[in-house]
Protein backbone atom coordinates (compact mmCIF):
# COMPACT_ATOMS: atom_id res chain seq x y z
CA UNK A 1 0.00 0.00 0.00
CA UNK A 2 1.63 3.16 -1.33
CA UNK A 3 0.70 6.66 0.83
CA UNK A 4 -1.44 9.09 -1.00
CA UNK A 5 0.72 11.56 0.05
CA UNK A 6 3.33 9.78 -2.84
CA UNK A 7 3.06 12.35 -5.73
CA UNK A 8 6.56 10.64 -6.74
CA UNK A 9 8.54 11.99 -3.41
CA UNK A 10 7.81 8.86 -1.72
CA UNK A 11 7.03 5.81 -4.14
CA UNK A 12 8.96 3.19 -2.79
CA UNK A 13 10.59 2.01 0.81
CA UNK A 14 13.47 4.16 2.08
CA UNK A 15 15.79 4.38 4.50
CA UNK A 16 17.08 7.94 6.19
CA UNK A 17 19.05 7.57 9.75
CA UNK A 18 17.39 5.57 12.17
CA UNK A 19 14.21 4.74 10.88
CA UNK A 20 12.86 3.08 7.45
CA UNK A 21 10.11 5.13 5.92
CA UNK A 22 7.39 2.33 5.01
CA UNK A 23 3.31 2.15 4.97
CA UNK A 24 3.31 1.16 8.20
CA UNK A 25 4.34 4.03 9.66
CA UNK A 26 2.82 6.94 6.99
CA UNK A 27 0.71 9.47 8.62
CA UNK A 28 -3.21 8.46 9.32
CA UNK A 29 -5.84 10.66 8.13
CA UNK A 30 -8.83 11.63 10.60
CA UNK A 31 -10.94 14.51 11.59
CA UNK A 32 -11.79 16.29 14.52
CA UNK A 33 -15.50 18.04 15.46
CA UNK A 34 -14.97 21.78 16.61
CA UNK A 35 -17.38 24.67 17.07
CA UNK A 36 -16.83 25.89 13.86
CA UNK A 37 -16.73 23.10 11.73
CA UNK A 38 -14.58 19.80 10.71
CA UNK A 39 -10.68 19.71 11.50
CA UNK A 40 -9.24 17.40 9.34
CA UNK A 41 -5.35 16.25 10.21
CA UNK A 42 -2.89 13.41 9.68
CA UNK A 43 -0.81 11.63 12.53
CA UNK A 44 1.70 9.70 13.18
CA UNK A 45 2.81 7.81 15.92
CA UNK A 46 2.43 7.49 19.93
CA UNK A 47 4.20 9.11 22.87
CA UNK A 48 4.56 13.46 23.24
CA UNK A 49 2.04 15.65 21.13
CA UNK A 50 3.99 17.48 19.30
CA UNK A 51 1.52 20.16 16.56
CA UNK A 52 2.64 20.97 13.48
CA UNK A 53 0.66 23.62 11.37
CA UNK A 54 1.75 24.21 7.85
CA UNK A 55 2.11 27.25 5.98
CA UNK A 56 -0.60 28.94 3.42
CA UNK A 57 -1.39 28.06 1.24
CA UNK A 58 -0.30 24.03 1.33
CA UNK A 59 -1.82 21.61 3.46
CA UNK A 60 -0.81 19.03 6.90
CA UNK A 61 0.45 17.53 3.57
CA UNK A 62 3.49 19.46 3.79
CA UNK A 63 4.62 18.31 7.31
CA UNK A 64 3.72 14.10 6.15
CA UNK A 65 7.58 12.76 6.12
CA UNK A 66 8.18 14.97 9.15
CA UNK A 67 5.14 13.68 10.85
CA UNK A 68 6.78 10.00 10.80
CA UNK A 69 10.27 10.74 10.99
CA UNK A 70 8.82 12.83 14.20
CA UNK A 71 6.81 9.29 15.15
CA UNK A 72 10.12 7.08 15.20
CA UNK A 73 11.64 9.19 17.31
CA UNK A 74 8.61 8.89 20.30
CA UNK A 75 6.59 12.09 19.60
CA UNK A 76 2.33 11.93 18.63
CA UNK A 77 3.31 14.17 15.57
CA UNK A 78 -0.23 15.45 14.49
CA UNK A 79 -0.51 18.24 11.51
CA UNK A 80 -3.71 19.55 10.98
CA UNK A 81 -5.24 21.58 8.10
CA UNK A 82 -6.07 25.00 8.88
CA UNK A 83 -9.43 25.74 8.13
CA UNK A 84 -9.94 26.82 4.57
CA UNK A 85 -6.78 24.77 3.28
CA UNK A 86 -6.80 21.15 2.32
CA UNK A 87 -9.63 19.32 3.79
CA UNK A 88 -11.01 21.23 6.67
CA UNK A 89 -13.99 22.97 6.47
CA UNK A 90 -13.84 26.86 5.01
CA UNK A 91 -14.91 29.11 7.78
CA UNK A 92 -18.10 31.47 6.86
CA UNK A 93 -16.46 34.70 7.22
CA UNK A 94 -12.61 36.17 7.01
CA UNK A 95 -10.38 34.89 10.35
CA UNK A 96 -8.35 36.67 12.35
CA UNK A 97 -5.04 35.01 13.48
CA UNK A 98 -7.38 34.96 17.50
CA UNK A 99 -10.05 33.37 15.28
CA UNK A 100 -6.99 30.66 14.22
CA UNK A 101 -5.62 30.15 17.37
CA UNK A 102 -9.33 29.74 19.31
CA UNK A 103 -9.69 26.81 16.77
CA UNK A 104 -6.71 25.31 17.48
CA UNK A 105 -7.67 25.38 21.25
CA UNK A 106 -10.61 23.17 20.14
CA UNK A 107 -9.17 21.19 18.03
CA UNK A 108 -6.60 19.92 21.15
CA UNK A 109 -10.09 19.69 23.25
CA UNK A 110 -11.22 17.54 20.60
CA UNK A 111 -8.34 15.00 20.84
CA UNK A 112 -8.26 15.46 24.47
CA UNK A 113 -4.57 17.24 24.44
CA UNK A 114 -4.18 19.72 27.62
CA UNK A 115 -0.34 20.90 26.50
CA UNK A 116 1.62 20.37 23.24
CA UNK A 117 4.66 21.12 21.82
CA UNK A 118 3.79 23.19 18.87
CA UNK A 119 5.49 24.08 15.63
CA UNK A 120 4.54 26.46 13.18
CA UNK A 121 6.38 28.47 10.22
CA UNK A 122 5.39 31.62 8.22
CA UNK A 123 1.34 31.79 8.12
CA UNK A 124 1.32 29.55 11.44
CA UNK A 125 3.93 30.89 13.14
CA UNK A 126 1.37 34.25 14.24
CA UNK A 127 -1.13 31.35 14.55
CA UNK A 128 1.58 29.36 16.46
CA UNK A 129 2.78 32.69 18.53
CA UNK A 130 -1.11 33.52 19.55
CA UNK A 131 -2.04 30.66 21.16
CA UNK A 132 1.26 30.58 22.98
CA UNK A 133 0.44 33.94 24.35
CA UNK A 134 -3.28 33.51 25.01
CA UNK A 135 -3.05 30.02 25.98
CA UNK A 136 0.95 29.25 27.77
CA UNK A 137 -0.34 26.10 29.99
CA UNK A 138 -1.01 24.39 26.79
CA UNK A 139 2.30 24.87 24.76
CA UNK A 140 5.19 22.86 26.85
CA UNK A 141 7.41 24.66 24.01
CA UNK A 142 7.12 26.50 20.67
CA UNK A 143 8.83 26.43 17.33
CA UNK A 144 8.87 29.69 15.05
CA UNK A 145 9.51 28.71 11.63
CA UNK A 146 10.22 32.21 9.58
CA UNK A 147 7.74 34.93 11.42
CA UNK A 148 5.60 37.29 9.74
CA UNK A 149 7.20 40.34 11.72
CA UNK A 150 6.14 43.12 9.70
CA UNK A 151 4.45 47.24 10.60
CA UNK A 152 1.51 48.49 10.02
CA UNK A 153 2.77 50.33 6.66
CA UNK A 154 4.39 47.06 4.97
CA UNK A 155 1.55 44.93 6.20
CA UNK A 156 -1.11 47.44 4.30
CA UNK A 157 1.53 47.19 1.41
CA UNK A 158 1.25 43.36 1.55
CA UNK A 159 -3.00 43.49 1.97
CA UNK A 160 -3.43 45.05 -1.79
CA UNK A 161 -0.60 43.49 -3.51
CA UNK A 162 0.35 39.99 -2.28
CA UNK A 163 -1.55 36.46 -1.93
CA UNK A 164 -4.96 38.45 -3.73
CA UNK A 165 -8.47 36.30 -4.12
CA UNK A 166 -8.31 34.13 -6.43
CA UNK A 167 -9.63 34.97 -10.16
CA UNK A 168 -10.71 32.28 -12.00
CA UNK A 169 -9.97 33.00 -16.54
CA UNK A 170 -11.34 30.81 -18.87
CA UNK A 171 -8.18 30.39 -20.52
CA UNK A 172 -6.77 28.82 -17.73
CA UNK A 173 -4.03 31.15 -17.14
CA UNK A 174 -4.77 31.35 -13.24
CA UNK A 175 -3.71 27.37 -13.56
CA UNK A 176 -0.20 28.77 -14.48
CA UNK A 177 -0.64 31.19 -11.84
CA UNK A 178 -0.59 28.55 -9.69
CA UNK A 179 2.58 26.41 -10.80
CA UNK A 180 4.09 29.58 -10.71
CA UNK A 181 3.89 30.56 -7.17
CA UNK A 182 4.52 26.93 -6.35
CA UNK A 183 7.86 27.10 -8.22
CA UNK A 184 9.73 28.14 -5.13
CA UNK A 185 13.03 27.35 -6.69
CA UNK A 186 14.73 26.17 -9.77
CA UNK A 187 15.62 23.23 -7.56
CA UNK A 188 12.33 22.50 -6.86
CA UNK A 189 11.57 18.70 -7.97
CA UNK A 190 8.88 18.74 -9.95
CA UNK A 191 6.34 16.19 -8.06
CA UNK A 192 6.95 18.97 -4.92
CA UNK A 193 6.12 21.79 -6.58
CA UNK A 194 2.93 19.84 -8.34
CA UNK A 195 2.05 18.42 -4.74
CA UNK A 196 1.90 22.47 -3.59
CA UNK A 197 0.48 23.60 -6.41
CA UNK A 198 -2.25 20.68 -6.15
CA UNK A 199 -2.84 22.57 -2.07
CA UNK A 200 -3.16 26.03 -3.80
CA UNK A 201 -6.19 25.04 -6.24
CA UNK A 202 -7.80 23.14 -3.66
CA UNK A 203 -7.81 25.89 -1.12
CA UNK A 204 -8.92 27.68 -4.18
CA UNK A 205 -11.29 30.70 -3.11
CA UNK A 206 -9.69 30.37 0.59
CA UNK A 207 -6.42 30.42 -0.10
CA UNK A 208 -5.62 33.86 0.63
CA UNK A 209 -7.33 34.13 4.14
CA UNK A 210 -4.28 32.86 6.09
CA UNK A 211 -2.36 35.43 4.46
CA UNK A 212 -5.01 38.08 5.44
CA UNK A 213 -5.32 37.00 8.90
CA UNK A 214 -1.71 38.08 8.93
CA UNK A 215 -1.87 41.35 7.44
CA UNK A 216 -4.28 42.20 10.09
CA UNK A 217 -1.80 40.75 13.04
CA UNK A 218 1.01 43.00 14.96
CA UNK A 219 3.24 39.89 15.41
CA UNK A 220 5.73 42.38 17.10
CA UNK A 221 3.60 43.46 20.00
CA UNK A 222 2.65 39.82 20.51
CA UNK A 223 6.36 38.27 20.58
CA UNK A 224 7.23 39.84 23.71
CA UNK A 225 4.44 38.56 25.75
CA UNK A 226 5.36 34.98 25.51
CA UNK A 227 6.71 33.03 28.43
CA UNK A 228 6.94 29.65 27.43
CA UNK A 229 9.99 28.36 26.02
CA UNK A 230 10.60 29.33 22.26
CA UNK A 231 13.17 28.84 19.35
CA UNK A 232 13.03 30.95 16.35
CA UNK A 233 14.26 28.45 13.13
CA UNK A 234 15.50 30.66 9.73
CA UNK A 235 17.93 29.27 6.81
CA UNK A 236 19.91 31.47 4.79
CA UNK A 237 17.30 31.38 1.73
CA UNK A 238 14.28 32.02 3.91
CA UNK A 239 12.11 34.59 2.47
CA UNK A 240 11.40 35.59 6.45
CA UNK A 241 14.87 35.82 7.20
CA UNK A 242 15.21 39.06 7.55
CA UNK A 243 12.80 39.10 10.67
CA UNK A 244 14.77 36.43 12.51
CA UNK A 245 16.46 38.66 14.54
CA UNK A 246 13.41 41.06 15.34
CA UNK A 247 12.13 37.61 16.61
CA UNK A 248 15.55 36.94 19.00
CA UNK A 249 14.98 40.20 20.31
CA UNK A 250 11.70 40.38 20.82
CA UNK A 251 11.25 37.13 22.86
CA UNK A 252 12.42 36.94 26.49
CA UNK A 253 15.54 33.81 26.40
CA UNK A 254 14.83 32.97 22.62
CA UNK A 255 17.21 29.85 21.42
CA UNK A 256 18.07 29.64 18.07
CA UNK A 257 18.12 27.28 15.30
CA UNK A 258 19.58 27.87 12.02
CA UNK A 259 19.32 25.31 9.16
CA UNK A 260 20.84 24.84 5.80
CA UNK A 261 19.38 26.64 2.48
CA UNK A 262 16.13 24.37 2.08
CA UNK A 263 16.70 24.69 -1.62
CA UNK A 264 19.92 23.04 -1.57
CA UNK A 265 17.95 19.88 0.52
CA UNK A 266 15.47 17.26 -0.42
CA UNK A 267 11.96 17.00 1.02
CA UNK A 268 13.57 13.80 3.03
CA UNK A 269 16.91 15.57 4.15
CA UNK A 270 15.04 18.35 5.15
CA UNK A 271 12.62 16.74 7.59
CA UNK A 272 14.91 14.80 8.91
CA UNK A 273 17.30 17.82 9.83
CA UNK A 274 14.17 19.24 11.85
CA UNK A 275 13.18 16.03 13.18
CA UNK A 276 16.37 15.74 14.39
CA UNK A 277 16.59 19.29 15.90
CA UNK A 278 13.00 18.94 17.12
CA UNK A 279 13.40 16.28 19.30
CA UNK A 280 16.79 17.37 20.75
CA UNK A 281 14.75 20.86 21.91
CA UNK A 282 11.74 19.21 23.18
CA UNK A 283 14.17 16.95 25.43
CA UNK A 284 16.00 20.08 26.61
CA UNK A 285 12.38 20.98 27.80
CA UNK A 286 11.36 18.04 29.36
CA UNK A 287 9.61 15.59 26.76
CA UNK A 288 10.82 12.34 28.90
CA UNK A 289 8.50 9.81 26.68
CA UNK A 290 11.14 10.10 23.63
CA UNK A 291 13.02 7.12 22.71
CA UNK A 292 16.85 6.80 23.25
CA UNK B 1 -23.18 16.54 6.06
CA UNK B 2 -20.27 15.63 7.51
CA UNK B 3 -16.58 13.88 6.02
CA UNK B 4 -14.62 11.08 7.85
CA UNK B 5 -12.28 7.87 7.20
CA UNK B 6 -12.65 4.30 7.51
CA UNK B 7 -9.78 2.01 8.80
CA UNK B 8 -9.76 -1.11 6.80
CA UNK B 9 -6.74 -3.92 6.70
CA UNK B 10 -6.47 -2.26 2.71
CA UNK B 11 -5.80 1.37 3.76
CA UNK B 12 -8.47 4.14 4.76
CA UNK B 13 -11.49 4.85 3.19
CA UNK B 14 -12.66 8.68 2.78
CA UNK B 15 -16.60 9.36 2.72
CA UNK B 16 -18.99 11.88 3.25
CA UNK B 17 -22.39 11.39 4.52
CA UNK B 18 -25.51 12.97 5.68
CA UNK B 19 -28.50 11.68 7.46
CA UNK B 20 -29.50 10.15 10.83
CA UNK B 21 -32.01 7.95 10.09
CA UNK B 22 -33.35 5.46 7.44
CA UNK B 23 -31.75 3.30 5.03
CA UNK B 24 -28.34 2.99 4.65
CA UNK B 25 -27.70 4.90 1.04
CA UNK B 26 -24.29 3.83 -0.71
CA UNK B 27 -23.15 6.55 -3.56
CA UNK B 28 -20.35 5.65 -6.41
CA UNK B 29 -18.47 8.30 -8.23
CA UNK B 30 -17.21 9.01 -11.36
CA UNK B 31 -13.65 8.71 -12.38
CA UNK B 32 -11.71 10.66 -11.92
CA UNK B 33 -13.64 12.86 -9.52
CA UNK B 34 -14.49 11.68 -6.11
CA UNK B 35 -16.78 11.78 -3.30
CA UNK B 36 -17.36 15.34 -3.74
CA UNK B 37 -19.16 14.86 -6.70
CA UNK B 38 -21.81 13.87 -4.20
CA UNK B 39 -21.65 17.01 -1.67
CA UNK B 40 -24.58 19.09 -3.10
CA UNK B 41 -27.03 16.00 -3.29
CA UNK B 42 -26.07 14.78 -0.15
CA UNK B 43 -27.69 16.79 2.42
CA UNK B 44 -31.12 16.46 0.41
CA UNK B 45 -30.57 12.92 0.42
CA UNK B 46 -30.26 12.88 3.76
CA UNK B 47 -33.18 14.00 5.06
CA UNK B 48 -34.56 10.75 4.33
CA UNK B 49 -31.74 8.47 4.26
CA UNK B 50 -28.64 7.52 6.11
CA UNK B 51 -26.48 8.36 2.64
CA UNK B 52 -22.66 7.70 2.10
CA UNK B 53 -20.72 8.51 -0.46
CA UNK B 54 -17.24 7.19 -0.95
CA UNK B 55 -14.07 8.05 -2.48
CA UNK B 56 -13.13 5.21 -3.97
CA UNK B 57 -9.69 3.75 -3.33
CA UNK B 58 -7.15 5.79 -4.99
CA UNK B 59 -9.12 8.63 -5.78
CA UNK B 60 -10.27 11.51 -3.54
CA UNK B 61 -8.86 11.14 0.06
CA UNK B 62 -8.77 7.52 -0.04
CA UNK B 63 -6.13 5.09 -0.01
CA UNK B 64 -4.94 3.95 -3.24
CA UNK B 65 -4.10 -0.10 -3.88
CA UNK B 66 -0.31 -0.32 -4.75
CA UNK B 67 -1.23 -1.52 -8.50
CA UNK B 68 -4.65 -1.00 -10.91
CA UNK B 69 -7.52 -3.51 -9.54
CA UNK B 70 -10.20 -6.11 -11.20
CA UNK B 71 -13.52 -5.17 -10.34
CA UNK B 72 -13.62 -7.61 -7.61
CA UNK B 73 -10.71 -6.61 -5.72
CA UNK B 74 -12.69 -3.00 -5.65
CA UNK B 75 -15.49 -4.36 -4.50
CA UNK B 76 -13.84 -5.94 -1.94
CA UNK B 77 -11.87 -2.69 -0.59
CA UNK B 78 -15.50 -0.80 -0.83
CA UNK B 79 -17.33 -3.82 1.19
CA UNK B 80 -14.69 -3.35 4.41
CA UNK B 81 -15.89 0.50 4.18
CA UNK B 82 -19.21 -0.15 3.94
CA UNK B 83 -19.48 -2.89 6.49
CA UNK B 84 -18.67 0.06 8.89
CA UNK B 85 -21.78 1.36 8.68
CA UNK B 86 -23.78 -2.03 9.46
CA UNK B 87 -26.10 -4.97 8.88
CA UNK B 88 -29.56 -4.42 7.24
CA UNK B 89 -30.61 -3.50 3.77
CA UNK B 90 -29.16 -1.16 1.63
CA UNK B 91 -29.62 0.89 -1.56
CA UNK B 92 -26.64 1.39 -4.35
CA UNK B 93 -26.04 4.59 -6.57
CA UNK B 94 -23.43 4.86 -8.82
CA UNK B 95 -22.43 7.71 -11.29
CA UNK B 96 -20.46 6.39 -14.43
CA UNK B 97 -17.64 4.22 -13.40
CA UNK B 98 -19.43 4.83 -10.31
CA UNK B 99 -22.28 2.54 -11.88
CA UNK B 100 -20.17 -0.62 -12.61
CA UNK B 101 -19.12 -0.60 -9.14
CA UNK B 102 -22.65 -0.30 -7.84
CA UNK B 103 -23.63 -3.06 -10.08
CA UNK B 104 -20.73 -5.48 -8.76
CA UNK B 105 -21.66 -4.96 -5.21
CA UNK B 106 -25.62 -5.54 -5.82
CA UNK B 107 -24.98 -8.83 -7.78
CA UNK B 108 -22.03 -10.15 -6.43
CA UNK B 109 -20.81 -9.32 -2.43
CA UNK B 110 -24.05 -7.61 -0.93
CA UNK B 111 -26.62 -9.23 -3.05
CA UNK B 112 -28.57 -9.80 0.36
CA UNK B 113 -28.78 -6.79 0.76
CA UNK B 114 -29.32 -4.63 -1.49
CA UNK B 115 -32.82 -3.31 -2.27
CA UNK B 116 -32.78 -0.84 -5.11
CA UNK B 117 -30.01 0.01 -7.28
CA UNK B 118 -29.67 3.45 -9.20
CA UNK B 119 -26.97 3.67 -12.28
CA UNK B 120 -26.24 7.27 -14.33
CA UNK B 121 -24.12 6.27 -17.02
CA UNK B 122 -23.38 2.31 -16.95
CA UNK B 123 -20.72 1.63 -19.47
CA UNK B 124 -21.22 -1.39 -22.07
CA UNK B 125 -18.32 -1.45 -23.70
CA UNK B 126 -17.38 -3.96 -26.74
CA UNK B 127 -13.69 -5.12 -26.96
CA UNK B 128 -12.81 -2.57 -29.36
CA UNK B 129 -13.74 0.11 -27.85
CA UNK B 130 -11.94 -1.02 -24.38
CA UNK B 131 -8.94 -1.70 -27.08
CA UNK B 132 -9.52 1.99 -28.09
CA UNK B 133 -9.76 3.75 -24.83
CA UNK B 134 -6.40 1.84 -23.72
CA UNK B 135 -4.74 3.69 -26.24
CA UNK B 136 -5.84 7.11 -25.22
CA UNK B 137 -5.79 6.85 -21.58
CA UNK B 138 -2.15 7.35 -19.27
CA UNK B 139 -0.99 9.56 -16.84
CA UNK B 140 0.41 12.91 -18.06
CA UNK B 141 4.18 13.90 -18.01
CA UNK B 142 4.53 17.08 -15.38
CA UNK B 143 6.76 19.43 -17.16
CA UNK B 144 8.55 22.66 -15.65
CA UNK B 145 6.74 25.13 -17.08
CA UNK B 146 3.04 23.40 -15.90
CA UNK B 147 1.73 23.64 -19.11
CA UNK B 148 0.31 20.77 -18.48
CA UNK B 149 -2.18 22.29 -15.89
CA UNK B 150 -3.52 24.40 -18.84
CA UNK B 151 -4.21 21.42 -20.97
CA UNK B 152 -5.66 19.22 -17.89
CA UNK B 153 -8.16 22.77 -17.80
CA UNK B 154 -8.28 23.36 -21.07
CA UNK B 155 -9.57 19.30 -21.75
CA UNK B 156 -12.32 19.61 -18.97
CA UNK B 157 -13.68 22.88 -20.59
CA UNK B 158 -14.29 20.80 -23.43
CA UNK B 159 -15.98 18.03 -22.18
CA UNK B 160 -18.05 19.56 -19.74
CA UNK B 161 -18.79 22.52 -21.87
CA UNK B 162 -17.52 26.09 -22.26
CA UNK B 163 -20.97 27.12 -20.10
CA UNK B 164 -19.85 24.94 -17.39
CA UNK B 165 -19.09 27.69 -14.38
CA UNK B 166 -15.21 27.92 -13.74
CA UNK B 167 -15.64 26.98 -10.02
CA UNK B 168 -16.99 23.29 -10.97
CA UNK B 169 -13.94 23.20 -13.50
CA UNK B 170 -11.92 24.16 -11.16
CA UNK B 171 -13.19 21.80 -9.09
CA UNK B 172 -13.03 18.86 -11.56
CA UNK B 173 -9.60 19.35 -12.57
CA UNK B 174 -8.25 19.55 -9.10
CA UNK B 175 -9.76 16.43 -7.84
CA UNK B 176 -7.99 14.63 -11.16
CA UNK B 177 -4.99 16.66 -11.01
CA UNK B 178 -4.66 15.25 -6.82
CA UNK B 179 -4.76 11.31 -8.39
CA UNK B 180 -3.20 11.95 -11.73
CA UNK B 181 -0.61 9.08 -11.63
CA UNK B 182 -3.27 7.26 -11.44
CA UNK B 183 -6.39 8.58 -12.28
CA UNK B 184 -7.19 6.11 -14.86
CA UNK B 185 -6.51 3.16 -13.01
CA UNK B 186 -10.88 2.49 -12.27
CA UNK B 187 -11.24 2.17 -15.87
CA UNK B 188 -9.23 -1.25 -15.49
CA UNK B 189 -11.76 -2.09 -13.36
CA UNK B 190 -14.49 -1.63 -15.62
CA UNK B 191 -13.01 -3.07 -18.82
CA UNK B 192 -12.65 -6.42 -16.35
CA UNK B 193 -16.14 -6.46 -15.49
CA UNK B 194 -18.83 -8.73 -17.65
CA UNK B 195 -21.18 -6.04 -17.19
CA UNK B 196 -24.12 -7.26 -18.82
CA UNK B 197 -23.94 -10.82 -17.56
CA UNK B 198 -24.16 -8.55 -14.30
CA UNK B 199 -26.88 -6.87 -15.31
CA UNK B 200 -28.98 -10.03 -15.63
CA UNK B 201 -28.24 -11.03 -12.93
CA UNK B 202 -29.70 -8.24 -11.05
CA UNK B 203 -32.63 -9.13 -9.38
CA UNK B 204 -34.02 -5.99 -7.46
CA UNK B 205 -35.80 -2.57 -8.78
CA UNK B 206 -32.91 -0.46 -10.73
CA UNK B 207 -33.35 2.78 -11.82
CA UNK B 208 -31.16 3.76 -14.78
CA UNK B 209 -30.99 7.62 -14.22
CA UNK B 210 -29.18 10.11 -16.26
CA UNK B 211 -28.94 13.33 -18.52
CA UNK B 212 -30.12 13.10 -22.01
CA UNK B 213 -27.03 14.61 -23.12
CA UNK B 214 -24.94 12.57 -21.05
CA UNK B 215 -22.07 10.44 -23.28
CA UNK B 216 -23.75 7.40 -21.50
CA UNK B 217 -27.14 7.80 -22.18
CA UNK B 218 -27.39 5.24 -25.13
CA UNK B 219 -25.58 2.86 -22.96
CA UNK B 220 -27.90 3.18 -20.16
CA UNK B 221 -30.94 2.52 -22.80
CA UNK B 222 -29.30 -0.60 -23.78
CA UNK B 223 -28.28 -1.63 -20.55
CA UNK B 224 -32.29 -1.33 -19.00
CA UNK B 225 -33.56 -3.51 -21.65
CA UNK B 226 -31.25 -6.04 -20.09
CA UNK B 227 -32.78 -5.60 -16.50
CA UNK B 228 -35.80 -7.60 -15.18
CA UNK B 229 -37.19 -4.82 -13.31
CA UNK B 230 -35.96 -1.89 -14.77
CA UNK B 231 -36.97 1.92 -14.88
CA UNK B 232 -35.42 4.45 -17.80
CA UNK B 233 -35.17 7.90 -16.47
CA UNK B 234 -33.89 10.17 -18.93
CA UNK B 235 -33.84 13.88 -18.08
CA UNK B 236 -34.33 16.14 -20.83
CA UNK B 237 -31.63 19.07 -21.09
CA UNK B 238 -29.15 17.54 -18.59
CA UNK B 239 -25.89 16.38 -19.28
CA UNK B 240 -22.72 14.49 -17.52
CA UNK B 241 -22.11 14.63 -13.96
CA UNK B 242 -26.14 14.49 -12.85
CA UNK B 243 -25.53 14.33 -9.28
CA UNK B 244 -23.05 17.66 -9.01
CA UNK B 245 -25.11 19.65 -11.72
CA UNK B 246 -28.77 18.96 -10.97
CA UNK B 247 -28.63 17.96 -6.83
CA UNK B 248 -32.07 18.17 -6.48
CA UNK B 249 -33.45 16.61 -9.15
CA UNK B 250 -31.43 13.67 -8.77
CA UNK B 251 -31.71 13.49 -5.22
CA UNK B 252 -35.62 13.22 -5.50
CA UNK B 253 -35.65 10.81 -8.49
CA UNK B 254 -33.38 8.13 -6.48
CA UNK B 255 -35.58 8.98 -3.20
CA UNK B 256 -39.03 8.73 -5.07
CA UNK B 257 -37.64 5.43 -6.26
CA UNK B 258 -36.84 3.82 -2.90
CA UNK B 259 -40.00 4.82 -1.96
CA UNK B 260 -39.18 7.26 0.59
CA UNK B 261 -40.77 10.49 -0.63
Given at each position: ??????????????????????A?NT????????????V????????????L??????????????????????????????????D?????????I????????????????????L??G????????????T???R???????????Y?A?????????????????????HM?????????????????V??????????????????E????????????????????????DD??????????????G??????????????????????????????????????? | ???G?????????????????G????????????AS??S?????L????R???L??????????????L????????????????????C?????H????F????????????????????????????????????????L????????????K????????T??????????????????F?WA??????????????????????????D???????R???T????????????V???????????????????????
Amino acid sequence: MTSPESFGALTAPMTLGKEKITAANTPRRAYADTPDGQVHYRVAGTGEPIVLMHWAPSSGRQHSVLLVQLAARGFCAIAPDLMGYGDSDKPDRQWSIGDYSRNLGDLLDALELSAVYLYGGHTTAAVATEFAVTSPSRVQALALDGSPVYDAAQRAAFAGSYALPLQLETDGSHMLWAWQRSLRSPTMPLEEVFADCVDLLKAGHTYHTGYEAVWAYDMAARLPLLTVPTVAMTTPDDPLADAHQQVMAAVPGCQEFIGPARASQTVVERAALAADFLEEFCRSQGADKLTL
Amino acid sequence: MRKGYIDTEFGQVHYYAAGESGPLLFLFHETALAASEFSRTLPILGEKCRAVALDTPGYGMSDPPSAPLDMQAFATRFCRAIEAFGDGPCILAGAHTGSSFALELATQQLAERVTHVVLSGLALLTANEIEGFRKIIGAPELDHEGRFLIEEWEKRRQRWGEATPLDDILWGTAEQLMVYQRFHWAFEAVFSHDAELALKKLNCPTLFLIGEDDSLVDSDRRAATLVTDAELKVLPGVGGRLPYFEPERYAREVLRFAGLG
